[in-house]
């Protein structure tokens, strides 16, 4: 599985530990002074680029290099033009409190399993999540969805991202999110760049488990889907409950990482001659 999103000869950027699925799907506690950072992982995609298919074809839209963000600013801003809002999952989602976290902060995964929050590193412009809750009723308890942007400064970054959640995955089969929140059993896999029929992404990674609230005393699946435009990831956390059918917890997170990787594509592509 690691040796599918190398590239082979790409070197890490420096700043530690990237996010992956875990950490963004609940808000930590920040990392106390002296804290233990996991090893960077050993591979990474840090592909140049789209490539042809088969047939000669782009796979995916040409990038305008000139669009992608260079500063944190542009970044914060292109944060605001991909994110959803609760609409995207129908009438039932509401926001969670808190919201939003802050795009100054990075999640990550200590050598205890244990998620927490540090400054971003060298190779991060900006990132954020978003929460948003289906309160429980009709038949099912609540249901959690979390929504999360990154921007990189360059693809290399972008892909080294979900070679190191890949890595996280094996590490970590079991995480802490918070002092009652865990995941369990987790296992993950990722397709490169047309693998797998995934033409609208240049690299997919998905990642499931269970999750397990402790203060509610709920357990449910738990799926994160995550894809890539250019030096953005974008992915969709839920975490089920029961009631809730695994048919429909499926169809939001895949309707929210499609409208926010059309809408990267759209703010970051070449307009057509």
């Known amino acids: 599985m690691l040796t599918g999103c190398s590239s082979g000869g790409t070197d890490a950027p420096a700043g530690g530990s990237g996010a992956s699925a875990a950490a963004r799907t609940a ?22 680029g789209p490539g042809p298919s088969a047939s000669g074809s782009q796979l995916v839209t040409e990038l305008d290099e000139a669009k992608q963000p260079r500063t944190a600013a542009e970044a914060r801003d292109l944060l605001g033009r991909v994110m959803l809002d609760e609409g995207v999952f129908g009438p039932q989602a509401r926001r969670a409190t808190p919201f939003e976290s802050d795009p100054r902060r990075w999640p990550v995964l200590d050598r205890n399993c244990v998620w927490q929050t540090d400054a ?16 429980a009723g009709d038949g099912h308890g609540t249901v959690r969805l979390d929504v999360t942007v ?33 995941l369990r059993k987790i296992w993950g896999n990722s397709d490169y760049f047309g693998q ?65 990787t059309f809408k990267a594509r759209k703010a970051l592509a070449k307009e057509a001659p």
């Open 27 to 48: 808000e930590p506690s920040q990392v106390p002074s002296g804290a233990a950072r996991p090893a960077p992982a050993g591979t990474g995609s840090g592909s140049p």
């Open 120 to 135: 971003l590193p060298a190779d991060v412009l900006a990132t954020t999540t978003r929460h948003f809750r289906i309160p």
């Open 150 to 182: 990154t921007v990189h400064h360059d693809r290399a970054g972008s892909g080294w991202e979900t070679a190191r959640a890949m890595e996280e995955v094996l590490r970590c089969p079991d995480q802490q999110l918070t002092a009652d929140e865990r």
């Open 196 to 260: 797998q029929g995934n033409v609208w992404t240049e690299d997919a990674f998905a990642e499931s488990g269970e999750y397990v609230n402790e203060q509610d005393g709920t357990t449910g699946p738990y799926t994160w889907s995550q894809s890539q435009v250019g030096p953005v990831t974008l992915a969709v956390a839920g975490k089920g409950a029961a009631g809730f059918p695994d048919k429909e917890l499926t169809s939001l997170i895949v309707k929210g990482t499609s409208e926010m």
